[in-house]
């Protein structure tokens, strides 16, 4: 798959493809066939940081996801992470992915794109009707100092010191 | 420990520090864009950039349209010439009888000392592109501020009303539909003149909220826009009620309804452009005629049609 003595054609062929599926995108899609349209820029994004990691990843992704924002008429970022939060879990899974076959591959990438659908809906969540207030953040901090405290007092009561000794 | 020929640290970042950067990014894109509108600049661009791809992309449907025009059955085009011209008859009727309550009305305003409705002037736009959001359901028209448009104007079609504009770029717009979660539009009811408030439910439905359990309202019932809120022009069909249930959990009726408008079948629309922006409550004269509120007013525009 991977040709490096071209570089210039496979800049090529990815572009093409980026292009082609900003222009099927384009479409007037309507109905069911809206309901049903695949998200062809994410899709082409995740294929090329799959093959093509070294030239394609996190900046592509972020650039293309604030088209697909605009596309959508959604607040900006809201596809643009979950893009890169895509571009991320491929290239964790990356040396997992190339070895199955075209039909387990598409079962490995449902949980990822069920993942971004829904970092798509959290993120827009967030940013159009935000919950009140962050303090619903705050028992993070207090679970973290409850954690000391419990971890602490149960080293001292099996007669440990609070510092490891190395 | 490392030797020599070892790199001590890697000299890129590894993909967890950046996917941690770009979601940093992201989130400051967010809240740019959300709080303080700062990248409306950059969506202009994409605008511009992406308005001739849309063009284009639209080139195929609409030559579809035409071949499948062209070949349309001669029969068909004579039956639908003969049901025209017997449309044109009625509506030629319709229009003295509207010339005639035109007159009617305008005496009974001036008795009245009622301002008269701010001239409508209307643009014509064309469906380009239906958007796929979770929070809002915006379709994108090929007219934008060159033709005079702005931010919260109506917009409607043969039926009845399609949306109000919620973003306006140079060359095209995007409009909210009727049935977007959250958008509200001021409507009565036509049989029974009663005020309520629509609002879209998602799914390509409408919901009346804040209907009291006794109020008169059945299915099949119009509702139209009242004019209470000076965006919409009184008296635009909005949506016909489908459904009234009486849930035992609120002291309000659930009424369900159909917008009129092809929300996602008519291609074409008319912008509503009125003359003057919507600054008129500041004028002085204003609060003395308590007459000329909106509310006031509605009733008189109710019995137009």
């Known amino acids: ?166 | 420990m490392a030797t020599s020929d070892q790199l001590m640290f890697a000299r890129r970042l590894g993909p967890t520090a950046r996917l941690l950067i770009w979601l940093l990014i992201g989130v400051a894109c967010v809240v740019a864009d959300s709080r303080y509108h700062a990248l409306d600049g950059l969506r202009d661009g994409f605008a511009a950039l992406l308005r001739p791809l849309r063009e284009t992309m639209r080139a195929p449907t609409d030559v579809a349209a035409e071949l499948g025009g062209f070949f349309t059955r001669h029969r068909l085009l004579q039956n639908e010439r003969d049901a025209l011209l017997a449309e044109r008859a009625q509506l030629a009727v319709g229009a003295n009888g509207a010339r005639q309550l035109a007159r009617e009305n305008a005496e009974l305003r001036a008795l009245l000392k009622l301002q008269a409705r701010p001239g409508q002037q209307v643009v014509h736009a064309a469906l380009l592109y239906q958007g796929h959001d979770w929070f809002a359901q915006r379709v994108t028209l090929d007219r934008g501020a060159r033709d005079g448009l702005r931010d919260g104007l109506p917009v409607v079609d043969v039926s009845g009303l399609v949306g109000q504009l919620s973003r306006v770029y140079p060359e095209s717009s995007e409009i909210t539909l009727v049935s977007s979660p959250e958008q509200l539009t001021p409507v009565f009811v036509e049989r029974t003149g009663q005020r309520g408030l629509a609002a879209g439910s998602g799914h390509g439905r409408v919901e009346l909220r804040y209907m009291p359990t006794h109020a008169d309202i059945r299915p099949g019932d119009r509702l139209l826009t009242s004019g209470i809120d000076r965006v919409y022009p009184a008296g635009i069909p909005v949506a016909r009620v489908s459904r009234v249930t009486r849930p035992r959990s609120t002291p309000y009726l659930r009424v369900e309804g159909v917008p009129l408008a092809g929300l996602d079948r008519s291609r074409a629309v008319l912008v509503l452009v009125a003359e003057a922006p919507p600054a008129q409550a500041h004028t002085p004269e204003q609060p003395t005629q308590t007459h000329s509120s909106p509310a006031q007013t509605i009733p008189s525009q109710v019995t137009l049609p």
Do not use: C
Not at chain 1, 10 to 24: E, K, P
Not at chain 1, 29 to 58: C, E, K, M, N
Not at chain 1, 101 to 123: C, E
């Open chain 1, 1 to 166: 798959m991977s040709t490096p003595h071209q570089p210039a054609g496979v800049w090529r062929r990815i572009l093409m493809t980026l292009i082609l599926a900003l222009l099927l995108e384009q479409l007037p899609w309507s109905g069911w066939a809206l309901a049903l349209r695949p998200d062809f820029l994410l899709v082409g994004v995740l294929y090329w940081t799959l093959h093509q990691p070294a030239r394609i990843g996190f900046g592509t992704a972020f650039f293309v996801g604030l088209l697909a924002d605009f596309q959508h008429g959604a607040v900006f970022g809201q596809h643009a992470i979950a893009y890169v939060i895509g571009v991320y879990l491929v290239l964790f899974l990356r040396l997992r992915l190339l070895q199955f076959d075209p039909l387990r591959q598409a079962a490995q990438l449902f949980p990822i794109l069920l993942t971004l659908q829904f970092a798509v809906l959290l993120v827009g969540w967030l940013a159009v009707r935000p919950p009140s207030g962050l303090a619903i953040l705050l028992p993070v901090i207090s679970n973290t100092v409850l954690w000391l405290l419990i971890a602490g007092w149960l080293r001292l009561w099996h007669g440990k010191g609070l510092q490891d000794r190395a």
